[in-house]
DNA sequence: TCGTTCTATGCAACTGGTTGCATAGCAAGC
DNA sequence: GCTTGCTATGCAACCAGTTGCATAGAACGA
């Protein structure tokens, strides 16, 4: 299970309560794995008892208190082990592409709107992207030179924006082939 | 679940048996969504008992014999009713990219030959769409011109080509990251 | 004749992930 | 005083997907 690993990169590289580690899975280390809160809050929990992660209760004021993790010896161990060992190459799930597929046997105009949303929101994943490359590696406020593992995020970065690119080049060419396909009429 | 929407499309393309399609997710279908037989075996079974597809059994020679599948009325319905309500953006798992940034709590350069491995992987999946579109959509026995079901086929075709393209792309970038912090020596 | 490979189908147990719901403190604004 | 919203944690039920195993006919080669 890559949830597991994924938190404990995220607790080696800062600690953090359940609360705090869902916030990363939206934003940096979202880019390339998700997950919820409850998800989080139940595996941080399995870890803690399996003795990978320590937890501290942080008495907070103005806020309800919290349980701060850090990762734990056998953590780092874990962690070290399976970054050893190989995985396999990701396969995808993309639920835009069947519908693409679909729509020969539907109305392709009809997804037009769908492909313009998903465009959209491709589009904006870049922009944000591109801010926060700008913001933590190559902007004026960036640190010079970058250590290995703000190297590391970077090029993990780039991958994202890569993928994100990727998608809107590709989603224009889908825009096209549906106009086309539209402009020379529907079929069955 | 896309799986039943992807076996929907799959059976509409062409009619088959649940083995056949066990092999087409291992080849066009499989570019965007992976299902193992065990898997389409069982929803084969629901999607029938909910009236959604038809089964005939047909005796065959020298092999086994298997049963056909094809879609029903309620499938198309399902399928159309589906195309027409809209779908989250796919967020993506890449359990490669937590690797390399956990790489910065280990030794980087031990990742090596595992980016290696990924990017021959996505190479060979690259060469392989390339001659598929060869074949089927731009070469010389490809039909002239393509109906609407095929111009689909081919967009989505090139979008799996887009991906690999730069998939390939980021491994290398990655490789060249990994030489460049190996060059200047491990750290914690 | 025995092992291997390919076609063809399936069950059972498990794991990972999603969805829906619930609780609670505190702040800010109406 | 009431609602809204943010921090913070969690349970329970369900669903999708994976893994391991099993069966069986037929072809093929050692």
Redesign the interface.
């Known amino acids: 299970m ?1 949830l597991e ?2 938190i ?2 995220s607790l ?2 800062q600690p953090g309560s359940g609360y705090e580690l869902a916030r990363r899975f939206e934003r940096s280390i ?5 997950a919820t809160h409850q998800q989080i809050y139940r595996v941080l929990k399995r870890m803690e008892s399996d003795g990978l992660l320590d937890v501290r209760d942080v008495p907070q004021e103005r806020r309800p208190d919290k349980k701060e993790y850090s990762v734990a010896g056998p953590g ?1 161990s874990a ?2 082990a ?3 060992e ?21 109305d ?1 105009a ?2 037009l709107h ?1 492909v313009e ?2 465009h959209r ?2 589009s904006d994943r870049l922009a944000h992207y591109l801010a926060g490359e700008i913001r933590d590696f190559t902007g004026p406020g960036a640190p010079v030179p970058l ?3 703000q ?6 970065l ?2 994202g924006i ?2 994100e ?2 998608t809107v ?2 989603l224009d ?2 825009l096209a ?1 549906l106009h ?2 539209g402009a ?1 009429g529907p ?1 069955a």
């Open positions: 890559a690993h994924a404990l990169v080696l590289e979202g880019y390339f794995w998700t780092r962690l070290s399976w970054l050893h190989p995985i396999e190459p990701e396969s995808l799930r993309h639920d835009l592409a069947v519908k693409i597929r679909g729509a020969a046997f539907d392709p009809a997804l769908e949303r998903h929101v491709h250590d290995a593992g190297e590391l995020q970077h090029v993990v780039r991958g890569a993928y690119r990727m080049a590709w060419d889908v082939t086309r396909l020379a079929r």
